[in-house]
T-cell receptor
């Protein structure tokens, strides 16, 4: 069973701070990594994907990937109360699969 | 363009009843998925399909069945409902050749088995 592990939180940060969300995975052959945001009672929506080692920036969001350590993270700069949600890490199975395995998600609370 | 549409949004079943959750997408996606999400947990894959006529089991297939007779539709059948099947069910679709890895989700179907 390939695992994707996340701290369930909640992670509480003040408005304007940097929120750091972490994820580890067990399938060493995985090539594709995703972060989804899920508001309470809603369906997940993709916010970032990353395929290569290093950082990928998109606005206030930065995804970081370290395949050697089997670790992927999401940084949210200038956190806003509207960022309060659960963030799900997803990892595609190895072998070029497009079948993602999801972590349990980290709940983020941004307080004013 | 409606995206992924799931019906019903809410349903209460008695133990032992059966039902079908409907899922249809109008994006001509070849991949479709069914996940369930229990409170405080991530998404667990029930079944998936890589194209019409092709389905495969995910992590938690027991108690469920699927079919994929068309590209658009991917219904999930629950036979002999049990309280352990109380969950929120999400259908999703993707087109990996164009948008690798991005899943488009329906709004979810909340099922309670009493």
């Amino acid at each position: 069973q390939k695992e994707v592990e996340q701290n369930s939180g909640p992670l509480s940060v003040p408005e304007g701070a940097i929120a750091s969300l972490n994820c580890t995975y067990s399938d060493r052959g995985s090539q594709s990594f995703f972060w989804y945001r899920q508001y309470s009672g809603k369906s997940p929506e993709l916010i970032m994907f990353i395929y290569s080692n290093g950082d990928k920036e998109d606005g206030r969001f930065t995804a970081q990937l370290n395949k050697a350590s089997q670790y992927v993270s999401l940084l949210i700069r200038d956190s806003q109360p509207s960022d309060s949600a659960t963030y799900l890490c997803a990892v595609n199975r190895s072998g070029g699969s497009y079948i993602p395995t999801f972590g349990r998600g980290t709940s983020l609370i941004v307080h004013p | 363009n409606a995206g992924v549409t799931q019906t019903p949004k809410f349903r209460i079943l008695k133990i032992g009843q059966s039902m079908t959750l409907q899922c249809t997408q109008d994006m001509n996606h070849n991949y479709m998925y069914w996940y369930r999400q229990d409170p405080g947990m991530g998404l667990k894959l029930i079944y998936y399909s890589v194209g019409a006529g092709i389905t495969d089991k995910g992590e938690v297939p027991n108690g469920y069945n699927v079919s994929r007779s068309t590209t658009e539709d991917f219904p999930l059948r629950l036979e002999l409902a049990a309280p352990s099947q109380t969950s929120v069910y999400f259908c999703a679709s993707s087109y990996p050749d164009r948008d690798p890895g991005e899943l488009f989700f329906g709004e979810g179907s909340r099922l309670t088995v009493l």
